[in-house]
């Protein structure tokens, strides 16, 4: 039973590797200042392919997803106005 | 095969959605938790980024590699008992948990080999804390958020491990493992959360500047 579940987190675990291996790789080469946002766009990624794989959010419905979603927009409230302050002080 | 729905429920379905939605509830919190953390690194790497570059070459790249790869396979080990769960195997379900746990313990052995050794270097923060060659400002900064970070999220897999121990060894020895099955979803789904923490501190704290090594 349950095969095809299986073979979906066989996957991801695959595709989580190679992103793995990626941000290994790309962290020995000279991306100049595209260095930290690539390895967050990977991080980002593989974050994503559990939360919808091996979470199941992908089957979840709106509670779930307003729950799972907030404290990410939370999170986005208090690193944009922190930012807001520090980035803008020009001293 | 059963289910049960607890008396407060009015059937299968919705007793899923309540705890799962505690569950996910409980997972922003930790977000949030976490998320202090982030912004903390995130303000002090824009004040000294030569600092915060100093520091992570400093780390263990093959320990951290390592261990990142350890918690994706315990995750996907988790991910393949909540499948099975429902089904009631008493030998599957309590081997991939157990599997998980171990991973789990094989990660804090190289957290705890490597914390030795950044200890023996002379990294940890404070009165005694030496760097090699010439410092850059913040670079004892790095450290105080490097330990403090990988601390806290150690003590969330030490308290996963247990999770997954304890859930492992109830369900091998109920008599009704089927009635156990919301326990391994919803330990699996805070077994995924440490995974995903892991997975923003591991760049964060060993790739920033391997290019310059």
Known sequence: MNNQAVRQSSFTLVALFVLLAATIALAYVDLGHLHTPVAMVISVAKAVLIYLVFMNLRHEKGLVLLAAGAGFFWLLIMVSLTLGDYLTRHT | ?213
Do not use: C
Not at chain 2, 50 to 65: D, K, V
Not at chain 2, 141 to 159: D, K
């Open chain 2, 1 to 213: 095969m059963s289910e049960y729905v607890a008396h407060q429920f009015e059937d299968l379905e919705q007793q899923r959605e309540s705890t799962t939605l505690g569950m996910w509830i409980f997972l922003a919190t930790e977000v949030l938790v976490f998320g202090g953390m982030f912004l903390a690194y995130i303000v002090y790497r824009i004040q000294f980024p030569a600092g915060f570059a100093q520091g992570s070459n400093e780390t263990l790249i093959w320990a951290g590699s390592i261990n990142t790869a350890i918690l994706l396979i315990s995750s996907f080990l988790v991910a393949i008992a909540v499948h099975f769960a429902p089904a009631g195997s008493r030998n599957l379900v309590p081997l991939l948990l157990g599997g998980a746990a171990v991973l789990g313990v094989a990660f804090l052995g190289i957290k705890a080999y490597e914390y030795t050794h950044e200890i023996h270097e002379g990294l940890f923060p404070g009165k005694h804390f030496h760097f090699p060659g010439t410092p850059e400002p913040g670079v004892e900064m790095f450290f105080v958020l490097y330990f403090t970070m990988t601390a806290l999220h150690a003590v969330h897999v030490i308290i996963g491990i247990g999770l997954l121990a304890a859930l492992a060894l109830r369900y091998r020895l109920s008599r009704d493992p089927v009635r156990l099955a919301p326990s391994v979803d919803l330990t699996g789904l805070y077994w995924h959360f440490v995974d995903i923490v892991w997975v923003f501190l591991f760049p964060l704290f060993y790739l920033i500047a391997r290019h310059h090594s």
